[in-house]
């Protein structure tokens, strides 16, 4: 967030997305075992990812910007997100067969 | 260059055997039966296996003394030893605490020192190294906060380090007359792999310009001085339709762009550059060079002067909340909301006398804004 903050020309203004993001995703993650609102929300906020980046993609369609896909960038930007959704999908599933269980 | 071409081109190719030992190990180690059943110590097996894996076959095409071969093969083994010890459920997470930071530093030690260039399978690496580690320190009592804010700020300085020495190795090897050309490090082509804010192709010719390419490169900036003299008064400029950036009209480098140049396909043409560069300050103005720009993002612009005239593309991001520009983090990222993408080439031509040479990427504030004092003309902006 901080690191996002320098590369965004150290403007203030752009630390509050950042930090509402970071704050709500700490207390998401905290909230998932308990809530299924919380892993749903953890798990929109991956989708939200994941629908940056693929229309940042097909914005490099356009002639006046071209997409630079990077191994970095595919890693925070696809790996990550995608890995959380899993996760998220999988502590779910989890979930409801210990409520049918019951 | 496509999309293809411009992911390999942040590989640096000594690397290439470390990258493709990195996707093996990323697909085979979490498929290994047994181990834990913990999706924390499967994870953080994978990411020590993958850093394992990444560093002992480091050696196998990348140049570089014996010591430093050895250095990554010694690491490599301990990391692939931590992994197995996760797997068989041995204690892993103090060890990897203390390897994590040590292979960090060294990385760092050698990118600042200049024996090695930063390039996405170095950065990328890192990331997995420090994933490893902050789930390596979740499970140790009493560290969970601290270590979050650790591992949080290994994140932002590794990737501030890594940015800045690159960046000043760039610049560096600009200005040194000794360097092989101007702007071009050819086996050492600063920036050209770390991909963030500025993108560039690698040159594949000679890292010496030819007698030709000089003579060329030296036309070019001689005819680019003459036929811009008609904008040395900043008003003039603008009755012949360039524009002032928006928010921004004073500085050392104030860029205005001529959006009917910009789509007129012409390349290269001294007599329609694509923006100014003035220094504006003090109701004063003076200009500085001008910027080609290519009309399509992803062609790359042509280069008479071989070595000497690189161009290069910025990698942005764009937020929408609030609305705003940035470059592109060293991870690949961009602040959420916001979408990124890269503009066309883009090559400067400086016409007054820069320290860094006709063709550098940018010029030195102290220097610009001590210029526009000496000989800066009244302005009405």
């Known amino acids: ?63 006046q910007l071209s997409f630079t896909p990077t191994l970095t960038g595919l890693l925070t930007g696809v790996a990550l997100p995608a890995a959380i959704l899993v996760l998220c999908l999988q502590e779910w599933n989890a979930g409801r067969r210990a409520r049918a269980a019951q | ?31 290994m039966p047994g181990g834990s059943r913990y999706p924390a110590d499967r994870w953080a097996m994978t990411l020590l296996g993958v850093a394992g894996a990444v560093h002992i076959a480091l050696p196998l095409n990348h140049p570089g003394p014996p010591l430093l071969a050895a250095g990554f093969v010694v690491s490599g083994l301990v990391y692939g030893i931590l992994a197995y010890f996760v797997y068989v459920g041995r204690a892993w997470r103090v060890a990897t605490l203390v390897v994590v930071p040590l292979t960090l530093i060294a990385y760092l030690v050698v990118v600042i020192g200049g024996r090695e260039e930063a ?12 994933t490893a580690g902050g789930l390596a320190q979740r499970g140790i009592r009493g560290l969970r906060v601290l270590g979050n804010i650790g591992t949080a700020l290994i994140v932002v300085v590794f990737g501030a380090v890594v940015w800045i020495a690159t960046f000043v190795a760039h610049e560096a090897g600009e200005a040194s007359p000794s360097g092989p050309s101007v702007s071009s490090g050819h086996t050492h082509e600063r920036l050209a792999r770390t991909q963030a804010g500025v993108i560039m192709r690698p040159w594949p010719g000679a890292a010496h310009p030819t007698v030709e390419q000089e003579r060329a490169a030296g036309a070019l900036a001689a005819s680019t001085s003459s036929a811009v003299q008609r904008f040395v008064k900043i008003e003039d400029a603008l009755k012949a339709g360039y524009h002032w950036p928006l928010g921004k009209h004073t500085g050392p480098d104030v860029h205005l762009e001529n959006e009917a140049y910009k789509k007129d396909g012409r390349v290269l043409d001294p007599e329609r550059p694509e923006m100014l560069v003035y220094a504006v300050g003090s109701g004063r103005a003076v200009l500085l060079g001008v910027v080609y720009v290519m009309e399509r993002a992803g062609e790359p612009g042509p280069a008479p002067g071989g070595p000497i005239t690189r161009w290069h593309a910025h990698n942005l991001c764009v937020s929408l909340m609030p609305p705003g520009v940035g470059i592109v983090t060293p991870y690949g990222g961009c602040p959420a909301l916001s979408l990124t993408g890269t503009i066309p080439e883009m090559m400067h031509v400086w016409v007054v006398k820069n320290p860094a040479g006709p063709f550098a990427e940018g010029i030195d504030r102290p220097w610009a804004l001590a210029y526009l004092r000496d000989h800066g003309r009244p302005a009405s902006a």
């Open chain 2, 1 to 31: 260059m496509n999309a293809w071409q411009t992911f390999w081109t942040g590989i640096d190719p000594g690397h290439g055997a470390a990258f493709v030992a990195g996707v093996i190990a990323a697909i085979v180690v979490p498929l």
């Open chain 2, 119 to 130: 390039d996405q399978i170095g950065v990328a690496t890192a990331l997995v190294e420090i």
């Open chain 1, 1 to 63: 967030m901080i690191g996002e903050l320098l590369f965004m020309g150290g403007n203030p203004v752009y630390i509050l997305e950042p930090l509402v993001r970071t704050v709500v995703t700490a207390v998401l993650a905290g909230l998932m075992h308990r809530r299924t609102g919380a892993l749903f929300g953890l798990m929109a906020m991956q989708v939200v990812s994941l629908a940056g980046f693929t229309i940042s993609a097909g914005l490099g369609l356009l002639p």
